[in-house]
C-alpha cells in the first residue's frame, strides 16, 4: 500500500472514532441510514448522469491505483535511454533495434523506433507532444470525476438536511420528541456525511491522481527530450547530464544550503588554525645552541 495513503486512512479513522467515541455520549448517535443512504445513493446518481457508463466505473480501478503502492520508473528508463543513445552515438543501428526489442516503455519504443525509420526530429516530436498532451488530458479527466463527486456529496447532505427538517416541521404538532429527533438527526448528519465524504476521501484521491499524472509527464518529457538528444547526435555523458536534471531533487534551485554549511565549516576550520598559537607554521624553528655565541677560533 502506498504509505502516504496509510497514513492518511489511519489518520482519516482515527479522525472519526474520536468524534464517534470521545466527543459523542453515544456513538451510534452518528450512524443514520437514510441519511448516509441519500448521499452516497444521490452522489452515485448524480455521477452516472454526469458522465458515460465506462468512465465512472473506471472510478473502481482509480481508487486501487491510489491504495496500492505504484512504482515508478524514472530513472530506469533513464538508464535505458542512455544505453540506446551509447549505441546510437556509435551508430550501430542493428544493436539499437535488438536493444528496443527489451524495452518496457512504449512512449520510449516509439520514440527511438521513428529515429531508426530517420523520420524528421519535428515530426518525432510533434508526435510525442501531442501523445503527451493526451495522457495529460485522459488523466485529467479521470482526476476531474472525483472532484466533481467531492460537489456533489455536499449538495445531497443539504438535501438531506432539508428533506429531515421538512418531515420535522410536518411532525411539530403531534409533539413526539423521538419522531422529532430522528428527523432532526437525519437534517444534521446528511450535511456531516457529504462533508465528511467530499473532504476525506474524494478530493484527497483527486489531489493524488493529478500527483501522479504530473510524476508520468516528468518521465515522458524526459524521454522527449533524450529523442532530441539522440537526434541531433549528442554525446551520451551530455544526456546522461541533462536528464538527471529531470529527477534531481534540490532543496533550493538557487542555492545549495548544504554546500554552503559544509564551506562554512571548513572555513571556520581554517580561520581556527590560523589563530592558533602555533600559527600553522609546524612548532616554530627551533632555537640555536649556545644562545648565539660565535664558534671557537672566529675571533681573530
Given at each position: ?13 482515527i ?7 470521545i ?76 536493444a ?54 455536499p ?10 427538517l ?23 448528519l446528511t ?35 533524450g ?7 549528442r ?30 565549516e ?9 589563530n ?16 648565539g ?8
Amino acid at each position: 500500500m502506498n504509505p502516504s495513503t496509510l497514513v492518511g486512512i489511519i489518520g482519516g479513522l482515527i479522525l472519526v472514532g474520536s468524534v464517534l467515541f470521545i466527543a459523542a455520549e453515544e456513538a451510534l448517535v452518528f450512524l443514520n441510514f437514510p441519511g448516509l443512504a441519500i448521499v452516497i445513493g444521490g452522489t452515485l446518481a448524480a455521477t452516472f448522469l454526469a458522465y458515460p457508463m465506462d468512465e465512472v466505473l473506471r472510478v473502481f480501478r482509480l481508487v486501487w491505483i491510489v491504495i496500492r503502492n505504484e512504482r515508478v520508473y524514472t530513472r530506469d528508463d533513464m538508464e535505458e535511454l542512455i544505453r540506446i543513445s551509447q549505441l546510437w552515438f556509435k551508430g550501430d543501428v542493428r544493436a539499437v533495434e535488438d536493444a528496443l526489442e527489451n524495452v518496457a516503455n512504449p512512449f520510449l519504443r516509439t520514440g527511438v523506433q521513428l529515429l531508426i525509420d530517420l523520420t524528421p526530429e519535428e515530426d518525432i516530436l510533434d508526435l510525442l507532444q501531442w501523445r503527451i498532451q493526451r495522457l495529460r488530458a485522459k488523466e485529467h479527466a479521470e482526476a476531474q470525476i472525483f472532484r466533481v463527486m467531492a460537489s456533489f456529496a455536499p449538495a445531497f447532505g443539504m438535501i438531506g438536511t432539508l428533506v429531515g427538517l421538512i418531515n420535522m416541521m410536518f411532525i411539530l404538532d403531534d409533539g413526539d420528541i423521538a419522531q422529532i429527533g430522528q428527523q432532526m438527526g437525519v437534517a444534521l448528519l446528511t450535511t456531516f456525511y457529504g462533508i465528511l465524504l467530499a473532504n476525506l476521501v474524494l478530493k484527497p484521491i483527486a489531489v493524488k491522481l493529478e500527483r501522479r499524472t504530473e510524476q508520468r509527464l516528468v518521465t515522458l518529457n524526459m524521454i522527449l527530450q533524450g529523442i532530441s538528444l539522440m537526434c541531433q547526435k549528442r554525446n551520451p555523458t551530455l544526456m546522461r547530464e541533462t536528464l538527471h536534471s529531470f529527477i534531481a531533487q534540490y532543496k533550493d534551485e538557487i542555492r545549495d544550503p548544504d554546500l554552503i554549511q559544509q564551506l562554512e565549516e571548513t572555513s571556520q576550520r581554517a580561520a581556527a588554525a590560523a589563530n592558533s598559537p602555533t600559527g600553522g607554521q609546524g612548532g616554530g624553528r627551533p632555537e640555536a645552541r649556545g644562545g648565539g655565541d660565535r664558534p671557537a677560533g672566529a675571533e681573530r
